[in-house]
């Protein structure tokens, strides 16, 4: 028998060899079958399961805060599209939100359990009513950061897809526009296409620094990003922007 070591192996596994491979199950296209293991083999799926976390996501937002410092205790903080509230565990963390003094509000129309130190409101946020009814959750007070994670349901359409995902970041910024306290910042997935020059400028005109994030949570062969944009200038009561 072939000793192991004159193989080259040293009795030791590959990674190739350690990859769980997905077998193609009847009735499971080939596009499941590879997301699946994807996710058996996503090291960031596991950590978040070890770490109590509800989804890998999580790990973006707590990236994004090690490298950038979006958060300090006491901040308050709004997670747009919160489902399934991975974001929200982090900040809440971050920020030292509890049951007793919460800080931090989740906002989407899909159900969620609880997440302690989180209140959660069942709504869409592009309702008119919504940044009224963050600010009461928030016992009157504007929000130090506002986030957003969300995607539209991709079409396949690149171009499309680009187009839809601006209009939901443009949405998203108008919305922080409204309920950040000045120097607050601003968070949102996009996925880059060119095409967001518009967004860009709508908020450098209202914030002092903005820029692309990529997390190393974020797959490196997805072309999803993140925008930050940081030090809200705050808008006078007529809806303008407050100077330098």
């Given amino acids: 028998m072939a000793n192991s070591k004159a193989l080259g192996t040293g009795g030791r596994k590959s990674a190739r060899d350690l990859k769980i491979r997905v077998k193609t199950a009847k009735g499971r296209k080939i596009a ?74 989740g906002i989407d129309y899909l159900d969620m359990d609880p997440i302690p130190g989180v209140i959660l409101l069942k709504k869409d946020f592009t309702e008119d009513d919504a940044p009224a009814m963050l600010e009461a ?15 539209w349901p991709t079409t396949g359409h690149r171009a499309t897809d680009h187009l839809r995902i601006v209009h939901l970041i443009e949405i998203a910024a108008d919305f922080a526009i409204q309920v950040l306290k000045p120097g607050g ?23 002092r620094s903005t820029f692309h994030a990529k997390p190393p949570a974020s797959r490196a062969d997805s072309s999803e990003a993140y925008l930050v944009a940081m030090g809200f200038k705050g808008v006078e009561e007529d809806g303008g922007d407050v100077d330098d």
């Fill in 32 to 105: 499941s079958t590879k997301w699946l293991e994807r996710q058996l083999n996503d090291p960031y799926v596991a950590r978040a399961r070890a770490e109590g976390y509800r989804s890998r996501a999580a790990f973006k937002i707590k990236e994004m805060d090690e490298r950038h410092k979006l958060f300090k205790r006491g901040m308050r903080v709004v997670d747009l599209g919160a489902a399934p509230g991975g974001w929200s565990q982090v900040a809440a963390k971050a920020v030292g939100s509890t049951p007793e003094h919460p800080l931090v509000v």
């Fill in 185 to 207: 910042s601003f968070v949102a997935k996009v996925f880059q296409g060119g095409t967001e020059h518009e967004l860009l400028h709508m908020l450098k005109r209202h914030f």
């Fill in 137 to 151: 959750a928030l016992g009157g007070h504007k929000a130090d950061v506002v986030m957003s994670d969300m995607a």
